[in-house]
């Protein structure tokens, strides 16, 4: 097997670093390198990376002005050795194959990227992510122009043909530094979305998995946390990046337009409450509750389904249970299992947040509820 380098940016990380390094050395392949780049700590993340730069030969550490994630990930990969890259941050961790489910494909058939699953961690456990695009092979400049119509944008209001995460892929090193010589480097959101996609671009060979052998860690309100002043600027900037650096391509027609559902998507994050209901999106209506509340959904419909996706994508609230009174015959595709709308009595919640469209309906249920012993003020729709 050939050398994989892992590049492990930190910043303030000594609370989860042990774990992700030890998950890295732990790996049942040992053909590999790590470099961790302490982004100018001030905890004690540089001693930790130093004490394991000394213990193990595979460590390589290097300190720097703090800079930001991207410039030290820039970093790792023009000191690394290997031919291939893979990227872990300091709170996340890998399973103990990793490298040899993602870069045994890589190095024996010639890839240039494996694409896998992730499991993301949160208060309520793990949601396993998966690509829009279906596991198998890809030679994108021969398949009449499917994935490089669906790699950003694969349907819906959005989801994601190809995740936008770098710590669930393998890449090769100079089509790497190829596409990190295009991004902006004033982003500081959707970087990783650009580097991805400006990769794929130049990609002949794409092996796409289910397999998820990294775990990302969510923290509260982590997915608006760089929702501040500076964002549209930023959003301007990436459309930019990506609008420029596409443009070169023979297949920039298809890329076009999933560009511009990014960009809603985007916005759409920045302010959801913003956006109407269209066909087959229900706009949630985040208003009525307070950010980092705990609701009990209820409703595993469409319109349960769409406002649980927006959970997800914004961080805004925790579901700490999805009910339904079908709940039988319901799967929700989520972290959580459907259940029976009367085991909520025991949970410990802020609101009930009905999510059906039927105005009838939602009165039954509200009227259920009641008679369960919630108080009215804590049921909204």
Known sequence: MALLSVILPVY???????????????????EFELIIVDDGSTDTSGVIA???????????????????????????IRAAEGDFIAFIDADDWWDKDYIDTYMGPMGSNEFDMVAGGCLVEGDSGSVL??????????????DGGFFHSKMLHYGGFFSFGILPYLWNKVFRKKLLIKAYEKIDELLTDGEDVALIQLYLATAERVMISSEAKCHYVLHPFQKTANKGDYFYENVSRLYLCLKKGMKRYSFFDLFLPQLDQYMRYMIWLKSPESFPSSAGFYQMPFQKIPAGCRIVLHG???????????????????????ADSDYAKKRS???????????VSDLE??????????????????????????????IVY
């Not at 390589?60 to 990930?73: D, E, L, M, P, Q």
């Not at 690509?131 to 400049?141: F, Q, R, S, T």
Request: aromatic share 8%.
């Open 12 to 30: 303030n990380g000594e609370k989860f670093l042990d774990r992700s390094i030890g998950s890295v050395l732990s790996q049942s392949s040992q």
């Open 50 to 76: 130093d004490r394991y730069g000394t213990e193990n030969d595979r460590v390589k550490v290097i300190h720097k002005i703090n800079s930001g994630v991207t410039a030290s990930r820039l970093e790792g």
């Open 129 to 142: 992510k998966t690509n829009g695009i279906p596991d198998g092979v890809y030679e994108p400049d021969k």
């Open 300 to 322: 595993a419909g469409n319109v349960g389904r769409s406002y649980r996706r927006q959970i997800e994508d914004t961080g805004y609230c925790k579901v700490v249970c999805w």
């Open 333 to 343: 595709g989520f972290r959580e299992e459907i259940v029976d709308p009367h085991s």
């Open 349 to 378: 919640y802020d609101y009930i947040f009905i999510a059906v469209a039927d105005e009838n309906i939602i009165k039954t249920i509200k009227a259920a509820y009641i008679d369960m012993g919630v108080k009215a003020e804590k």
